[in-house]
């Protein structure tokens, strides 16, 4: 049963976004055709695609979406190439939801993720990609889809609404959600940044983060697209890529705090041409943005927000001082409130809800509790002092404990189980497990059945600590301080696990 349409604003019946984005394909293929629209690094090198390619792609996809049930969502399965981004903004220039998905993660292989509710049958993919073995989906290849059946236009009927873009969240108060962002919200996401980095024809976006993702989505590929520039884009993170393209002369960058330091130790490059970098995944300490700055020849600026949200705050390209530890100022037609220490935002790119949810999403006065801890100082700077909800950043990557947790408890031996973020190396966070388990179960058992369940590297438990038993309060929850005792994560542990939340 489809759960994204049935409640849609009157003036978001008609067509005008996916017009608004065919309209722009058109006009960047007819100032520059022949000019790169995407770069994509594969293991030979990096592939181009011009915009009249792009075009052409997206209006054949396009063409073919038309074909597919508009009531059904479609999956897509991300892999930054230009013909995953053809493939997203093909179904999204015939109105048709998408889902997407970052490739290789395990949530299309899990029966009980939100993938798995949205009552989609169509995973788009690429050729290499192993669909789950279970039949849950029926697969097509970006090449399939984009294979047209008739006329190769990016016509589309006026019935059918604009559709929405749907992305998993991080889920720290719980099981992960799939946000339901208006395509409407996405393309003025895009624009926004746009505005405030002063983006532009001219400018070269390398997007080291993946597309599925909000940050890699909106701030690299939508803000790219409107703003005419190249979009550089890898399947994942490669140091030796990422070099490339600032030799190449890329204008701006986008990673995350772990990507800064994972780059640090092969800066600076020669005569790179790079004026904006911006960090968004967790908080970017004040050490790593100096070093940062001083070897790529700019400041690193930080991008606050989340994918219910959109942009929250930011330093924008005409600000060139900003106090230590802020992460900006409101983004246009941004307000923000701090009542009682909690952040409370109201933005232009607030999202509608959560796919499968009977209510929209819950504001008040149509501000949304971030559940994030913060501060306005008097010159409008925000400053964010922690998250009472718990989640595990790993290198940016957000890994939701009480999935991993859910995904434990079903391997056999394991009686009882909590998962929580702890310190790692570098300051970076790793997903830590205690477990009780029957006699005989051994850790590499619990670690080779998570694996088998096709969990990300980054998701599978770091380590395991076998405990005969969890400790718990008198309501029967586990308490957490005393795990981390017995554990030897002690109040490290603790204080990791609740750092804030910095998605876009």
């Known amino acids: 049963m489809r759960t994204s349409r049935g409640t849609r604003p009157e003036d978001d019946t008609g067509a005008f976004a996916r017009k608004t984005l065919l309209a722009t394909l058109v006009r960047n293929r007819e100032r520059a055709a022949d000019r790169p629209a995407v770069r994509f690094a594969t293991p030979a090198g990096w592939r181009t695609t011009t915009w009249a390619e792009l075009a052409d792609a997206t209006g054949a996809v396009a063409a073919r979406a038309n074909t597919l049930p508009a009531a059904e969502p479609v999956v897509v399965v991300v892999d930054g190439s230009a013909a995953s981004v053809a493939a997203v903004l093909g179904l999204a220039v015939s109105g048709v939801d998408i889902a997407l998905v970052e490739e290789g993660n395990s949530y299309l292989a899990d029966r009980d993720s939100p993938f798995h509710r949205l009552g989609a049958s169509l995973v788009v993919r690429p050729a290499g990609w192993i669909p789950p073995p279970d039949g849950s989906f029926t697969t097509m290849t970006y090449d399939e889809l984009a294979v047209a059946a008739g006329p190769v236009t990016a016509a589309a009927s006026e019935a059918r609404p604009d559709g929405e873009v749907l992305q998993a969240t991080s889920g720290s108060t719980g099981e992960p959600r ?173 999202f509608r809800g959560y796919a499968g949810a009977r209510a929209e999403a819950g504001t008040e006065e149509g501000f949304y509790d971030t559940g994030d801890l913060g501060r306005i100082d008097g010159d409008g700077h925000l400053f964010l002092a922690g998250r009472k909800n718990t989640f595990i950043n790993v290198g940016g990557r957000k890994v939701n404990p009480q999935r991993i947790a859910r995904i434990l408890g079903e391997c056999p031996g394991v009686v009882d189980v909590f998962v929580y973020g702890a310190a790692g190396d570098a300051r970076e966070q790793r997903v830590h497990a205690a477990v009780v388990v029957t006699p005989g179960t051994r850790e590499d058992d619990v670690i080779a059945f998570c694996r088998a369940r096709r969990l990300m590297p980054y998701e599978v438990p770091h380590r395991l600590h076998v405990l005969d038993r969890l400790p718990r309060n008198a309501m029967g929850k586990v308490d957490r301080r005393a795990l981390l005792a017995r554990t030897g994560d002690g109040d490290a542990g603790l204080e990791q696990s609740e750092e804030s939340e910095e998605s876009t």
Not at 293 to 316: D, F, K, N, W
């Open 178 to 350: 799939l946000a339901r962002q208006p395509l409407r919200n996405v393309l003025r996401g895009g624009a926004t940044y746009r505005e405030v980095f002063a983006l532009g024809p001219t400018d070269s976006v390398l997007v080291t983060v993946p597309l599925a993702h909000s940050f890699g989505l909106i701030g690299g590929l939508i803000a790219a697209l409107v703003s005419g520039a190249c979009v550089w884009t890898m399947p994942r993170f490669n140091v030796r890529r990422i070099l490339e393209g600032l030799t190449a002369k890329a204008t701006v960058l986008l990673a995350t705090p772990l990507g800064y330091r994972l780059l640090a130790p092969a800066l600076p490059v020669p005569g790179g041409a790079l004026r904006i970098a911006l960090s968004s995944g967790g908080p970017l300490a004040a050490e790593l943005a100096g070093e940062a700055e001083s070897l790529l020849g700019c400041p690193v600026r930080q991008v606050y927000g989340s994918t219910e949200t959109g942009l929250i705050a930011c330093h924008p390209a005409w600000a060139t001082r900003w106090p230590a530890d802020s992460v900006g100022t409101a983004a246009p037609g941004v307000e923000l409130r701090a009542r009682d220490g909690r952040l409370l935002v109201r933005t232009p790119t607030l």
